[in-house]
């Protein structure tokens, strides 16, 4: 059995950054099969405005959190050189 866990401070991040944006409709074909294992990892804030996003046919793109962002808050612990 493996212990996995999600990088929540990025999917925070993602959440954060997405406020006021106009954010993509979701695809036809598109996975919006999220699953408590996910979900019951996230803070209750986060998971609130997971399903908000989602329930509103939109989704947050990864690309939305930058390598730099995570520099600047201490996410990574080297760099790309």
Known sequence: MFDMHIFNSAYSMMIHKSINKKLPLTKPGQNKNIKDLFLNQ????DKQAILKILNS???VPQEIV???D???KGELTCKIV
């Open 66 to 68: 930058t390598y730099k």
């Open 70 to 72: 995570l520099l600047e």
């Open 57 to 59: 046919k939109l989704y």
């Open 42 to 45: 996230l803070s209750e804030r």
